[in-house]
């Protein structure tokens, strides 16, 4: 999935204005501007899309969970410079305070089953040896649920 579509579907979920995305990108440490915002969430084929680079979802992600959880003391992690789903499937768990049996619920609710042990693989550290890769289909799985279970 493109950064900028991760980017709508959690507007979109959690029904943000322009303002309120404003707010969650600098919790996340940047200033950003209306025309950014909007110029990130038009569609791939508008003349004034932009693509949102890795370091400002992780921003706005990090700013996320500051919103949603607080601040937690002591210095504030620094946004990746390079994202992959398992990191953004991760910060949206923690953001919104899931454990394993609410995100198999949530994925559950779009249709679609996995088991724990699948799940936790996703969750591990690139260089352990059950480590899975989490693929576009799962995490857009995911945001549908999420999706189905805040947005009424």
């Not at 209306?34 to 693509?51: F, G, H, M, T």
């Not at 370091?55 to 996320?64: D, H, I, P, Y």
């Amino acid at each position: 999935m493109n950064n900028n579509d991760v980017l709508r579907r959690i507007r979109y979920t959690f029904n943000f204005d322009d303002t309120k995305m404003i707010d969650i990108f600098a919790l996340g440490g940047i200033e950003v501007t209306r025309a950014q915002v909007s110029d990130w969430l038009k569609k791939e084929d508008d003349p004034d899309y932009q693509a949102c680079a890795d370091v400002q979802l992780a921003t706005f992600l990090n700013g996320l969970i500051v919103d949603k959880r607080g601040r937690k003391d002591g210095p504030q992690p620094e946004p990746e410079t390079s994202l992959t789903n398992n990191i953004i499937f991760r910060k949206l768990k923690i953001a919104l305070n899931l454990q394993a049996d609410d995100v198999l619920g949530l994925i559950k609710k779009a249709d679609f089953s996995m088991s724990k042990h699948e799940l936790s693989a996703f969750f591990r550290k690139p260089d352990h040896k059950h480590y899975r890769k989490c693929k576009d289909q799962v995490l857009r799985y995911f945001l549908k649920g999420l999706q189905l279970e805040y947005r009424s």
